[in-house]
Every structure is written in C-alpha cells, then in structure tokens.
C-alpha cells in the first residue's frame, strides 16, 4: 500500500522533472520569501537526494521522516509544486508516518477516508456552469478528429453524468452492500480519463497518467474485502492524530474552497470549470524585452492588434508539464513578479484576468502594471452588458 504511494509520487516527479528545478522559466512562487528554491546545481542534487529518500522509505523505517521534510521543502519553495497528486501522496505518507506501521488497520482506514473524501469533492466541485464548457474543449473537440463518431458522441454524453459518477462513487464505497459498484465506478472513470487523454486518446498530461492508474489499484486494495470502513481502529494518540489530519484535509478544508479561503488544488478542483486565467499582453517593444525563455511561449494575439500573449496556464503544461496556478493569491502573486520586471516599463503590458469557460457569466479585466502592483486582491470582473 505505502509502496504504491511512492510509486506514484515517484512517477509524477519524473514526469515533471522541470517544475522541481530552478533554472526553469516559469517564476517560483515560495510560500515564505526567505525560504527561495535552490541555487543550480543544488536543486537537482536536493531533487534525486529526495528521490532516493522517496525510494528507500519503502523498504526502511529509519529514513521515513527525511523524505517527508524533503518533500514539505521542495513545496514550500515554490507553490507550483502544490499538484493534486503531490499533495495526496504526501498527505498519505505523512499519515503512514505518524501510525509508524503502514500496515496497520488504522493506516488502511485513513486511506479509505481520503479516497472517499477525493471522489465526493471532485465530484461536488464539477457542479457548476462551466464544467459543461470545460469538458466540451478539453476532451470532445480534441477528440472528434481522433475517435470515430459513435465513441465522440459517447464521450458527450458522459459529461453531464460524471460529476454525479464521482459523487456516487464515493457514497457507494462507504458502504458494504455497495462496495463493489464504487470500485467498479472508479475504474470505469479512470480508464475511461486514460483512454480520454492517454495514447489513444489526445495524449496530453502525462504527468497524471500514473495517478490515473494508481487511483483504481487503491479502491481494489483498500475496499474490496473490507467488512467495514475501520473506524474502530482508531484508538490511541496516533491513530487518532492521522485520522484527525485526513478528514480535516481531505475532508473538511475543502470546503473552504468555494470562497477562495483554501487552495484548489488542495481541494481536488481540477477540471472543474471555474478556473480563473491570467493571460500577458504585450507589444512588439515589451516582447523584446522578455527573458528569452518566456519568449519562446508567446502566441501571436487574437484580440489585440500588433501584441503578442502568454498564458501561464498553457505555459505551465508546456514548459512543466503540469497546469500552472489558478487561486486568486497565486496569480496576483505571479502578475506582481512580472510588473516588477524590466520589460513591463520597455513598452505597453497589460494583464488580462477571466474566466475562461464561464466569461459570459463572470466577465473579465484587464489591468496595467502600474495597477497590479497596487493590488492585494483582484477587483470584481467587468461582466458583459445584459448579464446577471
């Protein structure tokens, strides 16, 4: 079970080799400002130091607490770094090492609740407007020049159904007499995620591919003979300590999300349809200006005459091969960066903000450097003329 973790903690950080360094181009975003990200080539040596404490934590006791600190070091130098996968990984081992025996009933019961807890939210977070935007983009359209007709069609109409899928999966594993349905729900929706955006599919966000195999192997593992969910086991300090961590984390702070007050991808809202984006708009003047490895991101603009743009979404996915933040404080944090460099002064920059696939509804903004350093918070969107 605790090997299974690391596996997948393991395949996610090869998969994305570039956010863990520090010479990359996309900004850091450290939690405290004097704790930075590691100078070259010490971050690549603290990286496969963490690696290997990763590794051997699964075969040795005396290491556990080292890979775990390396671990809670590497996020708090950059927040970027705060992936879904990482975080459950992390929260999981965490747990394993608070119990000090990853085999014993009350670690199984902490995994059981987590995964119970995942479902729902994700599931809770899909309801909303723009999901149904969302979905349509990010796997119909790609999908219709790749599958025949029947199985782009197929694909449509799970949409509407697989928020209430995740939900259902959920309830169905907190019980005996369901227990199997919910087993059968995750693996139907992670192979059929896998067929989406794996090989046969648009073969993009690989650094999930591990994950999405993962995620069903633990409801196999976890649920499938299990008499009950194990709440007897949590009987002592320890036990009841993990507990605590995992239904507070896992459970109960991602509610917090709807207002903002807790992270998103703490809260397992990915691909949710309310992501807010941030996009740089610059003239020809300020594009010269850039870092040569922000350059190679730019896209001619669709919107702005003679102005080039760069998504830190797209750039993200392309550069590290993750999505990039998309929490208010993340963005104001990585447009204040920007505002403050050279090139914002060498020629016109503006920072567009909306929300992608609930525009209509949410409006959008655009700010100069000059406002955005004066910012602590982003100020309501401008919304379209006749909407709500």
């Not at 995964?115 to 219709?144: D, R």
Request: glycine residues 6%.
């Amino acid at each position: 079970m605790y090997a299974l973790l690391v596996a997948g903690m393991l395949s996610g950080m090869l998969l994305s080799v570039p956010l863990w360094m520090t010479g990359r181009g996309f900004p850091h975003l450290p939690l405290i400002p004097f704790i930075q990200p590691f100078p070259a080539p010490l971050d690549a040596i603290f990286f496969w130091i963490t690696f290997f404490l990763l590794a051997l934590s699964v075969f040795s006791r005396r290491n556990r607490w080292g890979a775990i600190g390396c671990c809670v070091l590497l996020a708090l130098q950059d927040q970027v770094r705060w992936q879904p996968w990482f975080y459950q990984y992390l929260l999981l081992m965490t747990a394993g090492m608070i119990l000090q025996d990853r085999n014993a009933p009350s670690f199984l019961f902490v995994c059981r609740i987590f995964l119970i807890c995942l479902y729902f939210w994700s599931g809770v977070h899909k309801l909303n407007a723009g999901y149904a935007n969302l979905y349509e983009a990010t796997f119909v359209q790609p999908l219709s020049s790749l599958w025949p007709g029947w199985a782009v069609e197929a694909v449509r109409r799970a949409g509407p159904v697989s928020p209430w899928l995740e939900i259902a999966t959920a309830v169905a594993l907190c019980f005996r007499p369901t227990r199997r349905w919910g087993i059968a729900a995750a693996i139907l929706t992670h192979v059929a995620i896998l067929l989406m955006i794996g090989p046969p599919g648009t073969f993009r966000n690989t650094v999930i591919w591990p994950w999405n195999l993962i995620m069903p192997a633990l409801a196999v593992i976890l649920f499938r003979r299990a008499p009950e969910l194990g709440w007897k086991s949590v009987d002592g300090p320890r036990p009841r300590i993990a507990a605590a961590l995992i239904i507070l984390c896992a459970g109960v702070f991602p509610a917090f999300s709807f207002k903002e007050s807790w992270d998103r991808y703490l809260s397992f809202k990915l691909y949710a349809g309310d992501e807010r984006r941030l996009v740089l708009v610059v003239d020809e003047q300020a594009s010269k200006a850039l870092p040569e490895s922000w350059r190679v991101h730019l896209l001619k603009s669709t919107h702005h005459p003679d102005a080039w743009e760069l998504g830190f979404l797209e750039w993200a996915l392309e550069e590290l091969n993750v999505p990039g933040p998309a929490d208010d404080r993340h963005l104001l944090a990585l447009a204040k960066k920007c505002a403050r460099m050279k090139f914002a002064s060498a020629g016109r920059v503006l920072f567009y903000i909306d929300y992608p696939f609930r525009m209509q509804e949410r409006g959008w903004l655009t700010l100069t450097p000059e406002e955005i350093l004066k910012l602590r918070a982003f100020p309501p969107l401008q919304k379209p003329a006749g909407s709500p």
